[in-house]
């Protein structure tokens, strides 16, 4: 597309990089057909074509971000579904990032959704605030509709996403090193997710089980926190920044004890992150070759597992696995075959979804902030795995877990969870009633031999 | 009062307000986009060329919905243009600045699939390649695939008579449509045809395909679904010579094979779409083909041999066939992709030309000389079966100036193609973009004969306005009757 | 032979249409009048025949296409055609055994102009869908032209396809330019006896679901089948149910074996090669099961869902005997005895199903009042009168022929 930046506005590097990318967009309008929001919404402000005309002429014209640019960008999901359909390679990612940083510094937004918003900055990444604030959900979920009549539909939202029953894990205690109990192959750090330990804390033991039998050392870190994608999609650049460095002085006292073969993610939606830290960390001087060598060890569970020869899965079972990839493992960091490959090569059947490239609605904390397309996406995602008719469905993020776990009818797990389970591991919470079916298998199989 | 008041332009301060009020009673207020920037989104196509900011954008959900905007916008005299995915080429979908925009995106719902009469009949914004995937796992789909498939609509297609790789053997939009249920200019819901074959009376259908929306606004049509081959697999043979690539192609249609499809590539072409796509296309050919034939694997490899055999009297340098469907859809993928894939290199004017077979070589000589004469470089990607060819002319858009120059490029291509025999658009429609090409093609009674069809749909000429005929002889035809200029406008 | 204007160049056409106007009279558009009788007459009417008008002017076997003068006979481009191995793939439909005429004798502007097409349009389609340009004089005597001779062209409105099923009231076609195919390597058909019409429609859509290609799939009544089957080894007194394969022999010998297997619970399935089953569909082509001189012929394009259950209905109220085209989309019902040959039953139940008939031929005895052209409804019919006063202001060009004022 044609540009009308001035010369003078091109010197700033942000604009450099935004022109770069305007360029390179042809507005064919596929990018519409796969975009998450666009199919709930019809609407060419909310698709990414729209969005990025939108803040081109902003960022043109170097007036303020509009209440109508503040709402579409709000509604989309960060899927990065249009990446992966753009065949002329728009880095929509970045883009919508300089986007968001801008409205956040001076876009119209009403005080609620202001305060959800700083709320959820707050909180969230902060295991500890976390786990009160889900105690005190619990109590408040009985409140939901008063909050929803009252206009707070994205608090009752916040709040419907609370699990009824809090369960620690017994196994998971936070820090500390897995020792396998053979020969050590290689030591890894495990990144636990600041959500999913308090949610859902047996995506992390299963992790770590899952590797530690591979002869792998897996170091959980006290010092390591939030990876700042939840600042990030909201806008707030120098809070992200603030969480990366963080790890990566982490990153760097571990290393320096002893060589780390790879940081390993169980979250996709942070692993897309942690692996642009690159590009977060860009104007950040002098830490250039450290940001580059740590970005390199970075691995989903799934990339890291796939070279690894399980071997003949402990528990063959027959189930019937729907499996969803995140938005932020299939678009973000182009993950397609390892988890299913990983599945299947331990006896699990699997099932794609249709419409596999659409986000179930969770997207981070889109399913807070924007509860309506969020709900209708999810309902769709439920329809899909409803027409599947799966025993249990597997995917690789928290957050995609929670949403579809709220919307369908059929477990949801994480895939860790079912591949520690086939070698050896527990059976995943949830899925207690096919433990007995996979027994039964297991008496067949046996007599059969 | 309200949202109103931010309609600011010159032109929206004309319109009595009574016009809003109107609007606003037959319409939730989240399908009126009135605000400057919402209104900004919509003021062009995939033809970035041409922007106009319209009036306003309305995004109906229902076929009365579109008939009461239709009748509203028939009293206040307000031109609309309808819309659907915006991935017009040639500037389809551009508005005009008194224009509303009806934008049928959300009139997404596939009403009725029946196998038994092999249709399917969907709402106006469903996408051309949704229809085939609704159909597709019990066996069926819908043929033609214009390479914006994935996002393109339905309604789209049958504006521009989209045609796609597979038409060869399949046919365009003409070929597929049944029935269409079309809201007039004055807001009347008309019905064309039915789940059945052939016009009762006069074939109003083969207008309304082709007539770029300005004959009514299609709000539902019903396709032919077509049984899915058992199989389908592409060969690519590259050739060292663009000539023997041409004359490949009218032997093996002279030998009575009809492919469902041949694609041709040149060499700038082949780079662009293997950047993107790694479907293993060879990278030091001038010209390659991908041939796709249908059937049994047998009855496939049958067909790929005796394309071969006549392939081999021309030197292929390169020759390879998919052996299974991930590479099929790889190498289409490629082929897909092609025009997006350019823009990672340059901004670009995609032609749409049909020429006869048999003057391909020259055809293809004579682009690349005139490109040379403007200095600009040149894709040539094409439907080589039917002799539709895509010259994509890359040029730089930041460029003062060059718009201007490349557009009078292609125009000299468009000249040349009528010259051999053929037609300035084969599947992407006249838009705005050649509107003042038709010349080329047509004479002053031509052109009277179809004005007077647009005449007689939409007396006030406001259905998407100013889009096919050359905006001179329109005016005169609605000045007086006739197209014929005068000499002062001549 | 009744006075006849015969056109040699397209100057003496325009002069006679503009005459016409000038004179306030009417001209009947003619080929060679094999069609003639379809349709109302209008007696006062000066026939115009543009059998003079013959020449095939272009014909490109490597692009597909052919254009000739709008009065060259058939056979003359079918001939050309054969030098070739091509064909023009949607079997135009001969009415000569219908009318008694001469095979083959049909122009082929006439073709076009009433657009009917053959047991093949199942698979590729019918005549309009292969009009790729004309040239034609309007009834203002204003020469046009629309489309071209390439496969693809979206610039205008699509006039060429539009002058096809107009029957020679908007303008006259002087010429034509068609898409051509190869014609098949080989061919055969299927045949299955003595099916009821319900099971044998069944038949039929299952055969054409599959991704074999039937290029013709026609189910025939015992009366209609007997007359249909000259020429071709049968067993007599039993309706016939037939679905044509057409591809290379490897193609076809695999493909029918597919079908066989499909459709054995259906009852036996024979096979029938290349020289009967051309045989047969030559027969069918001709239209020779609907030889009794006394029936009423009715052609009726319906919804195939709905087909069977029409048929039945018709048979309800009216002495009728139904065959099927286009597996079940085409319903060819020969009626005897009744004053308006079923028209208004018949034209109920069509209308209600979706589609339309149209009268070919009245029985013996029958009412003139009947429309031979299935009414419009009020907003086609203002459409239609639209479309009529813009290309042939003083109604000069075949006036009546399809519908009043038209």
Redesign the interface.
């Known amino acids: 597309m044609k540009t009308e930046f001035t010369k003078r506005q091109l010197r700033n590097d942000n604009l450099q990089m935004a022109n770069d990318i305007f360029r390179r967009c042809v507005h064919c309008g596929l990018c519409t057909a796969t975009c998450s929001s666009y199919v709930v919404a019809g609407d060419e402000r909310d698709s990414p074509r729209g969005r990025i005309y939108m803040i081109k002429e902003m960022l043109e014209t170097g007036s303020a971000p509009d209440a109508s640019l503040t709402h579409h960008m709000d509604r989309c999901l960060t899927c990065l579904s249009c990446m992966t359909t753009c065949p002329s390679g728009v880095d929509y990612m970045h883009l919508s990032d300089l986007a968001r940083v801008e409205i956040e510094k001076r876009g119209p937004r009403p005080f609620r959704i202001r305060f959800t918003r700083g709320l959820l900055s707050s909180v969230m990444p902060y295991p500890r605030r976390f786990a009160v604030a889900m105690s005190l959900g619990r109590l408040a979920r009985p409140f939901r509709p008063l909050l929803k009549a009252a206009g707070f539909k994205e608090l009752a939202a916040m709040l419907e996403l609370v699990p009824k029953r809090g369960k620690q894990s017994p196994e998971f205690k936070g820090g500390g090193v897995a020792r396998p109990r053979g020969q050590q192959h290689r030591r890894v750090l495990l990144m636990t997710g600041c959500a999913q330990k308090i949610v859902r804390p047996a995506i992390n033991d299963a992790s770590i089980r899952l590797m530690a039998r591979q002869g792998i050392e897996v170091i959980v870190s006290q010092d390591t926190g939030c990876c700042g994608a939840l600042d990030m999609h909201m806008g707030r650049e120098s809070a992200a920044i603030k969480h990366a460095r963080r790890n990566l002085e982490a990153w760097q006292a571990l290393e320096d004890e002893a060589p780390l073969d790879g940081i390993i993610i169980n979250a996709s939606g942070c692993g897309t992150s942690v692996k642009d830290y690159p590009h977060l960390l860009q104007n950040v001087k002098g830490i250039e070759e450290q940001v580059a060598h740590f970005s390199a060890k970075v691995y989903d569970i799934s990339e890291f597992l796939a070279d690894y020869n399980f071997g003949m899965a402990e528990q063959w079972t027959d189930l019937n696995v729907a499996l969803h990839l995140p938005c932020s493992m299939m678009h973000g960091q182009k993950i397609s075959y390892q988890p299913m490959q990983l599945l299947q090569n331990a006896g699990f059947n699997i099932h794609t979804l249709d419409e596999a490239h659409i986000c179930c609605g969770s997207a981070g904390t889109y399913n807070i902030l924007q509860p309506d397309i969020a709900n209708e996406l999810g309902q769709r995602k439920a329809a899909h795995i409803a027409r599947v008719k799966p025993d249990v469905v597997a995917t690789g993020n928290l957050g995609c877990l929670t949403q579809m776990g709220h919307h369908s009818v059929y477990p949801v797990v994480h895939f860790v969870e079912l591949l520690d389970w086939a070698y050896g591991g527990p059976c995943p919470d949830g899925l207690e009633h096919l433990q007995d079916r996979v027994d039964r298998l297991a008496k067949t199989n046996k007599r059969n031999k | 009062m309200g949202i109103f008041t931010t309609v600011s332009n010159r032109v929206a301060a004309k319109v009595p307000r009574s016009l809003w009020r109107d609007l606003k009673e037959v319409l939730k207020p989240d399908q009126l986009i009135l605000d400057e920037s919402g209104r900004r989104a919509y003021e062009t196509d995939a033809l970035t060329a041409y922007k106009v900011m319209p009036l306003a954008v309305i995004m109906p959900e229902t076929t009365e919905e579109v008939a009461a905007v239709a009748e509203i916008a028939h009293r206040y005299s307000i031109p609309l243009v309808p819309r659907g995915a915006g991935t017009s080429l040639a500037g389809g979908a551009v508005p005009i600045e008194t224009a509303i925009v009806l934008c049928l995106s959300r009139m997404n719902k596939i009403i009725d699939i029946d196998y038994t009469n092999r249709t399917a009949t969907v709402e106006a914004g469903v996408t051309n390649l949704a229809i085939s995937q609704a159909v597709d796992r019990d066996g069926y789909f819908y043929a033609p695939d214009p390479s914006s498939q994935l996002a393109c609509t339905i309604a789209g297609n049958i504006a521009m008579n989209s045609g796609g790789a597979h038409c060869l053997k399949y046919g365009v939009t003409t070929h597929n449509l049944l029935a269409v249920k079309m809201v007039t200019a004055d807001g009347q819901v008309l019905e064309f045809g039915g789940s059945f074959f052939d016009p009762i009376g006069y074939d109003f259908l083969s207008l309304i395909a082709g007539s770029e929306g300005g004959l009514g606004i299609v709000t539902e049509a019903t396709v032919m679904l077509r049984s899915k081959p058992e199989g389908a697999r592409p060969i690519l043979l590259g050739f060292d010579d663009i000539d023997a690539a041409g004359d490949c192609v009218a032997e093996i249609i002279g030998e009575g094979i009809i492919p469902v499809a041949i694609e041709f590539m040149d060499r700038p072409a082949i780079k662009v779409c293997e950047e993107f796509a790694g479907a293993g296309y060879p990278l030091d050919v001038e010209a390659l083909l991908l041939i796709e034939v249908e059937g049994s694997d047998e009855e496939i490899d049958a067909a790929l041999q005796q394309i071969l055999r006549i392939a081999s009297k021309f030197n292929p340098s390169h020759k390879r066939i998919a052996t299974s469907a991930e590479e099929a859809a790889t190498i289409w993928h490629g082929r897909k992709s092609a025009f997006g894939a350019m823009g990672r290199i340059s901004e670009y004017l995609c032609m749409d030309g049909v020429i006869p077979l048999s003057k391909l070589s020259t055809v293809l000589e004579k682009i690349s000389e005139i490109c040379k004469s403007y200095k600009f470089e040149v894709a040539n990607i094409f439907h080589a079966g039917d002799g539709n060819l895509h010259p994509l002319i890359m040029y730089d858009a930041n460029k003062p100036g060059e718009i201007e120059r490349v557009e009078k490029c292609g125009a000299e291509i468009l000249e040349l193609c009528v010259l051999a025999g053929g037609c300035i658009t084969g599947e992407h429609g006249v838009g705005i973009e050649k509107r003042d090409l038709m010349p080329l093609q047509f004479d002053t009674l031509d052109f009277d004969n179809q004005m007077r069809i647009k005449q007689l749909f939409d007396p006030d000429w406001r259905l998407n306005p100013n889009k096919v005929f050359p905006l001179k002889m329109s005016q005169a035809f609605q000045d007086t009757g006739s197209s014929l200029l005068s000499e002062d406008d001549a | 032979m009744e006075d006849m204007l015969t056109p040699l160049v397209n100057r003496d056409l325009k002069e006679m249409i503009l005459e016409a106007n000038n004179k306030k009279t009417n001209l009947e558009i003619l080929g060679h009048g094999t069609k003639r009788t379809i349709g109302r007459i209008n007696s006062d009417a000066t026939p115009l025949s543009l059998r003079r008008l013959s020449e095939i002017t272009l014909y ?6 052919l254009s000739a003068r709008a009065g060259t006979p058939i056979v003359e481009i079918e001939r050309a055609l054969k030098s070739y ?2 064909q023009l793939p949607f079997e135009y439909l001969d009415f000569s055994r219908v009318f008694g005429t001469e095979p083959g004798w049909g122009t082929i502007g006439s073709i076009f102009a009433t ?1 009917f ?1 053959g047991s093949r ?1 199942i698979l590729k ?2 005549a ?2 292969h009009l790729l340009g004309v040239n034609a004089i ?1 009834g203002r005597g ?5 489309g ?12 060429a ?2 002058m ?3 029957w020679g009231t ?1 303008g006259v076609m002087t010429d034509v330019t068609m898409k051509l ?3 098949p ?1 080989d061919e055969c058909t299927l045949f299955m006896y003595g099916l009821g019409e319900d099971i044998a429609l069944e038949a039929l ?1 299952a055969a ?4 074999y290609e039937i290029s013709g799939a026609v189910y025939l009544n015992q009366e209609h089948a007997h007359s249909c089957l000259e020429g071709v080894t049968y067993v007599r007194d039993k309706s016939v149910t037939a679905m044509r394969l057409e591809n ?1 022999s ?2 076809i010998a ?1 493909r029918s074996e597919r079908i066989r297997d499909l459709l054995s619970a259906f009852g036996d399935i024979y096979y029938i090669d290349q020289p009967e089953s051309q045989i047969f569909w030559q027969n069918m082509r001709q239209l020779m099961f609907l030889s009794e001189p006394e029936d009423a012929i009715w052609r009726i ?5 709905k087909a069977y259950q029409s048929a039945r209905q018709i048979k309800k109220l009216v002495d009728a005997k139904v065959s099927y085209d ?1 597996a079940g ?2 319903l060819w019902v020969t009626t005897r005895g009744v004053s308006d040959m079923g028209s208004s039953d018949i034209r109920r139940i069509v209308a209600e199903a ?3 008939a149209t009268l070919i031929r009245p029985g013996a005895g029958a009412s003139s009042d009947v429309s031979p ?2 009414p ?1 409804d009020p ?2 019919m203002k ?2 009168k ?2 009529k006063d ?2 042939d202001p003083n109604g000069v060009l075949n006036p009546g022929r ?2 009043d004022g038209i």
């Open positions: 490109e076997p490597s692009e597909l296409v191995n091509q657009n097409s349009r389609g019918s309009r869908d309007n204003e020469e046009f032209k629309s071209g001779r390439v496969m693809k062209n979206v610039a205008g409105y699509d006039l396809k539009f096809a099923n107009s908007l195919l190869p014609a390597v859509r054409v679901a599959t991704p290379t490897k193609s695999y394009s319906t919804t195939p869902r286009w989309g085409l979706g589609g339309f052209f299935h419009l907003s086609h459409l239609t639209g479309i813009m290309f399809m519908y």
